[in-house]
C-alpha cells in the first residue's frame, strides 16, 4: 500500500514562532488532506489539497503532487495550534484515506 | 448544516463482550467510513459504507462489522472484544462522487477490560 511519511516527528515552538510541517507520500495520490486533532480527539479539516497553495488565516499548505510532497505552513504559532497534525492520501479509485503518523505540535507561551 | 455526530463518546467493556457504536453523517452526505486509531498512531481504515453496502475494507478481522441505514447514518459493530481493541473510534462522511473529502466525527473511545 502507499507509504505516507510525516516529519518532524515531535516540535516544540514559542508563542509567535512560525514552522514547517512535511508530508511524504509513496504514489500519485487523487486526494490529500491535512487534519489537526485536538486533544479531545476531534479530527479537524484544515485543508483539501490535492495539487497547489492554498491559505487559511495563519495557516499554508502547498502540495506538490509531481513530486509526492505536502508542506504545511504555521505562522505566527498561537497555544492553540497544540496538537497532532495528520496528512492523509486517497489514491485514485481508492475509497479509504491512509495516514501518516502525524507531527505532534506544542506551543509555549 | 449538521456535522458528523458519534455516540456514545466513551464506553468500557469488558474482553468477549460485544459492542455497537453509532454515527449520523453530515447532512447531505451519503458515504461512511470507519477508521480505528489506537493511542500515539494515525487512523487506521476499518471499512466504508456506501448506497448500504460495504464499499471496500481495511485490514480488520470478521468480527468487526457494519450497517448504513437509508438515512446515511451507520453502526459499527465489534463482537468478542479483545484487549487490543481499545481505541478511538472515528466516523467520516463524504459525498461521493463529488468530492472526496472526508469530515470526521469527535470520535467513541472504547476501553476493553
Known amino acids: 500500500g502507499i507509504q505516507v511519511e510525516q516529519s518532524p516527528p515531535d516540535l516544540i515552538l514559542q508563542e509567535g514562532a512560525n514552522s514547517t510541517l512535511r508530508c511524504n507520500f509513496s504514489?500519485?495520490?487523487?486526494?490529500l488532506q491535512w487534519f489537526h486533532q485536538n486533544p479531545w480527539g476531534q479530527l479537524i479539516n484544515l485543508f483539501y489539497?490535492?495539487?497547489g497553495t492554498k491559505q487559511n488565516g495563519r495557516l499554508s499548505a502547498t502540495t506538490v503532487a509531481t513530486e509526492r510532497y505536502s508542506l504545511l505552513y504555521i505562522s505566527s504559532s498561537q497555544t492553540t495550534d497544540s496538537g497532532v497534525y495528520f496528512c492523509?492520501?486517497?489514491?485514485?479509485?481508492?475509497?479509504?484515506?491512509?495516514f501518516g503518523a502525524g507531527t505532534t505540535v506544542t506551543v509555549r507561551a | 448544516e449538521t456535522g458528523v455526530t458519534q455516540s456514545p463518546t466513551h464506553l468500557i467493556k469488558t474482553r468477549g463482550q460485544q459492542v455497537t457504536l453509532r454515527c449520523s453523517s453530515q447532512?447531505?452526505?451519503?458515504?461512511v467510513s470507519w477508521y480505528q486509531q489506537a493511542l500515539g498512531q494515525g487512523p487506521q481504515f476499518i471499512f466504508q459504507?456506501?448506497?448500504?453496502?460495504?464499499?471496500g475494507r481495511g485490514n480488520f478481522p470478521p468480527r468487526f462489522s457494519g450497517l448504513q441505514f437509508p438515512n446515511y447514518s451507520s453502526e459499527l459493530n465489534v463482537n468478542a472484544l479483545e484487549l487490543d481493541d481499545s481505541a478511538l473510534y472515528l466516523c467520516?462522511?463524504?459525498?461521493?462522487?463529488?468530492?472526496?473529502?472526508?469530515?470526521f466525527g469527535p470520535g467513541t473511545r472504547l476501553l476493553v477490560l
Open positions: 459504507y456506501y448506497r448500504e453496502e460495504e464499499n
Open positions: 467520516a462522511s463524504s459525498l461521493r462522487g463529488v468530492q472526496e473529502t472526508q469530515y
Open positions: 504514489d500519485s495520490v487523487n486526494n
Open positions: 447532512s447531505g452526505h451519503n458515504t
Open positions: 492523509a492520501v486517497l489514491l485514485s479509485n481508492d475509497y479509504k484515506l491512509s
Open positions: 489539497i490535492p495539487s
